[in-house]
Nanobody, 123 residues
Framework: QVQLVESGGGLVQAGGSLRLSCAAS????????MGWYRQAPGKQRELVAA???????NYADSVKGRFTISRDNAKNTVYLQMNSLKPEDTAVYYC?????????????????WGQGTQVTVSS
């Protein structure tokens, strides 16, 4: 069983900062890509930022220069540092991990999602 648990969301004024964390736990053999997605009311879920196991990163154009994704492989944790927040960043933020787990029949791979954490930016 694998779980992704997010933390760090909240309410912040425009221009402020928040740091999200997502810790993966359970029968994990290895983690490939990790990422953060967000979904605003009435909109589709979209990729915010992603990071490979080697540390290569990818960002949505709307957050480039403001958000930074990082990971601690020893802790199976991914972070999202969000600076210069704007009201349009308001959304539920979800952590995602593409990982290899240890199951009863050996190794398997799957995509896992966290439960989501609310980020609200007031103007």
């Amino acid at each position: 069983q694998v779980q992704l648990v997010e933390s760090g969301g909240g309410l912040v004024q425009a221009g402020g900062s928040l740091r999200l964390s997502c810790a993966a736990s359970g029968s994990i053999f290895s983690i490939n890509d990790m990422g953060w997605y967000r979904q605003a009311p009435g909109k589709q879920r979209e990729l915010v930022a992603a990071i490979t196991s080697g540390g290569s990163t990818n960002y949505a154009d709307s957050v480039k220069g403001r958000f930074t994704i990082s990971r601690d492989n020893a802790k199976n944790t991914v972070y999202l540092q969000m600076n210069s927040l704007k009201p349009e960043d308001t959304a539920v933020y979800y952590c995602n991990a593409d990982l290899v787990f240890m199951g009863p029949r050996g190794l398997g791979s799957s995509d896992y999602w966290g439960q989501g954490t609310q980020v609200t930016v007031s103007s």
